[in-house]
């Protein structure tokens, strides 16, 4: 029997296995509490994952029909040779409807946690939006969202919210080269998006970074004036957050976010988090004593001066916000748990 008193599960996870992301970690946490985890690895099949290239990625949305068939067929031929209790897929959006039902013969559960919106047309694809409604259970973030996806079609939703990781999300002393190396007194750690540009263009007289996936999209007097450096995860992200006096959240307004992963990993780094503003947001942190927050470029710009001159409040509020997250179960054991009191319990 496992910690939850369960006899033991036996789940297929269908993701990327990159050793942040969140399969690979959702594999850990299930064997951590005495069920057993694979990985379906529909990266392998992508052109891009042999080698990352412009041609590469061209080709896997040129060929997404052909691609999408590989992972289909081999998903289920998975599941065929081997009994699993569970199919938990990350995302899924080279997944036909057809595979989701087939599937569900095979195992008890198919139910999927999308860290995305399902209707943002920038992170789905006919196939997802076609399997939404052949699903067990679907886990979101968006509890706003949970009535639409209702009357959209979904069998049943469930609220999961965000999480962070303790083995790369966690404190981490830095050396004074390290802080000069990776610290600034602004950072702003995420993809690139017009609007988030837009933000950020307004603190442009401030000592900003920025790092993050898509930057070279900005505009370029954008980038003549505030460093763009690549995407960072685990012990250098750690890094940065430590090293900065302000680490600015800004939410994807285009997936419908009320609050984002990084408002935990921020906060587990015992970063000082200074997050745009939401209903959501507030009812996790308490505004001025776990974090700080702002609406509008106007009151962005005027946070960012103010916490600059006041390192006390600054270093109350970051202890209090890594307490908050720290200690109320926020982890990915935490949320893997959750999946399985919903459906088993």
């Not at 985890?37 to 412009?54: E, P, S, V």
């Not at 047309?121 to 939404?132: A, C, G, I, Q, V």
């Not at 954008?222 to 012990?235: D, G, H, N």
Request: hydrophobic content about 40%; some cysteine.
């Amino acid at each position: 029997m496992n910690e939850q008193g369960k006899a033991k599960l036996n789940i297929l996870i269908y993701g990327e296995p990159f050793e942040w992301a969140m399969a690979a970690n959702l594999i850990q946490a299930y064997k951590d509490c005495g069920h057993n985890a694979d990985i379906f690895d529909f990266t392998q099949y992508l052109y891009r994952t042999k080698k990352y290239t412009l041609m590469n990625r061209a080709l896997d949305r040129l060929m997404f029909y052909q691609v999408a068939k590989k992972i289909n067929n081999n998903l289920i031929d998975t599941l065929n040779r081997t009994k699993y209790d569970a199919l938990l897929v990350l995302k899924g959006i080279h997944l036909f409807p057809e595979t989701i039902v087939a599937a569900k013969k095979r195992v008890d559960y198919v139910v999927n946690w999308n860290p995305d919106d399902f209707f943002n047309p920038l992170n789905n694809s006919r196939y997802l939006l076609d399997s939404f409604g052949t699903y067990d259970c679907i886990f979101t973030p968006r509890s706003h969202l949970i009535e639409e996806y209702y009357q959209r079609g979904a069998k049943r939703v469930e609220t999961l919210n965000w999480y962070y990781l303790p083995k790369f999300q966690h404190p981490v002393e830095v050396s004074l080269q390290e802080k000069q190396k990776h610290g600034n007194d602004l950072v702003f750690i995420g993809t690139w998006s017009r609007r988030r540009e837009q933000l950020i263009a307004a603190l442009q007289g401030f000592d900003i970074k920025v790092w993050g996936s898509h930057w070279h999209r900005a505009q370029k007097q954008f980038r003549s004036r505030i460093e763009c450096s690549p995407p960072i995860f685990a012990e250098e992200m750690c890094k940065v957050i430590c090293s900065s006096k302000v680490n600015i959240n800004i939410l994807t307004i285009e997936n419908r976010d009320t609050t984002n992963v990084r408002n935990f990993e921020i906060a587990a780094c015992k970063g000082f988090q200074l997050s745009e503003r939401s209903p959501d947001i507030l009812a996790l942190f308490e505004e001025g004593k776990e974090i700080a927050c702002f609406a509008t470029p106007e009151e962005l710009v005027s946070r960012c001066s103010y916490f600059l001159e006041h390192q006390l409040e600054r270093e109350g509020i970051r202890l209090q916000g890594f307490e908050k997250i720290v200690n109320g179960q926020h982890t990915m054991a935490d949320r893997a748990k959750h999946i399985i009191a919903v459906l088993y319990n």
